[in-house]
């Protein structure tokens, strides 16, 4: 992301590595975004930190909220000079709640821009299927004629369903585990927003031992209790929590490509709000609505 805001035209990039990562190192972060800033001639404007210290905060008019500056805390907001937005890498209905101060944003007029993931250039309509048939893959299923329930209740179930359906999958999908009735499903594909409490619980696992004991739960997105599920017998995919909030496969796992292309389109919504662009319904930039997130505050 920070070759690709400095390609793009930045002043000049600070780019975050914490120390510890399950993928690697704070050191082998910082050495390759410098290689790869190096290889495209934009390596002048980089400077890499392992925190974001008040200078830096001072400084900075456009924040990507990520794993490494996250979480987008009321002192660093308080501190962006004006004007200033915050950048997530997701659609705006994706914030997770704890992930960026959202009273301290709308005090100090600071916008939170997303990116329309299903806008063609994103491509989100044909990685989200992707991501998900891979896990399947992973997880032993066989694609072509797999029957799976998808418990879905946003707006990620339309591009699930039309892509898993292309690919030979049977899919019916829920709004919640409470809809999802007795069948010999295959797999059981859950893709809701992380919340506090675990997406599927020890309640919604007791109905799955009862609905579809034989059936792979797969961790799209959102949180499963493993204990109570193994406690009823259930088999979930991925066998280890990836992590709370965290999907259940990256995205890097498809390659280059969907990652480069998600990351050029948070800073080109980012770059549309900090400018006043036109944001809304079939852009590539969408605006945060602090009214719609007051209660959760």
């Known amino acids: 992301m920070a070759t690709l805001a400095l390609l793009a035209g930045a002043a000049s990039v600070t780019a975050i590595t914490r120390p510890s990562n399950r ?4 050191e082998e972060a910082a050495d390759t975004t410098l290689s ?33 500056t996250g979480p987008v805390t009321r002192s ?3 501190r962006l000079p004006r004007p200033s937005v915050i950048a997530t890498m997701h659609e705006a209905w994706m914030l997770l709640k704890g992930e960026i101060d959202i009273m301290a944003c709308q005090e100090h007029q600071v916008p939170i821009s997303a990116v329309n993931e299903s806008r063609p250039a994103i491509g989100g309509a044909d990685y989200q ?22 418990i879905c209740g946003n707006p990620l179930a339309r591009n699930l369903e039309e892509g898993m359906q292309a690919a030979g999958v049977k899919v019916v999908v829920f709004p919640n585990p409470s809809t ?42 959102g949180d499963i209790d493993r204990k109570a599920a193994h406690y ?8 280890r929590a990836p992590g709370k909030g965290q999907m259940g496969m990256p995205l890097e796992a498809l390659g280059p490509a969907p990652t480069v ?26 605006l945060l609505n602090f009214s719609d997130w007051s209660h959760e505050s």
């Open 36 to 68: 790869l800033a190096s290889l495209a001639g934009v390596h002048a404007g980089l400077r890499v930190s392992e925190r974001i210290d008040h200078l830096t905060c001072r400084s900075t008019n456009l924040l990507v909220s990520s794993g490494p």
């Open 129 to 150: 299927p992707a991501l998900c048939l891979k896990l399947l893959e992973a997880a032993g299923v066989a694609i072509v004629g797999a029957t799976v329930a998808l």
């Open 232 to 239: 009823f017998g259930l088999e979930v995919w991925p066998p």
């Open 261 to 286: 292309r998600l990351l050029a389109g948070a800073l080109k919504a980012a770059e549309l709000v900090l400018a006043g662009g036109v944001t809304g319904h079939g852009g590539v930039a969408q």
């Open 23 to 26: 993928y690697h190192s704070a």
């Open 180 to 221: 999802m009735f007795t069948h010999s499903w295959d797999a059981i594909v859950l893709a809701q927003r992380p919340t506090d409490q675990p997406s599927l619980g020890i309640r919604d696992l007791g109905r799955i031992a009862e609905a579809a004991p034989n059936a792979t739960i797969i961790q799209y997105w």
């Open 76 to 78: 660093i907001i308080e």
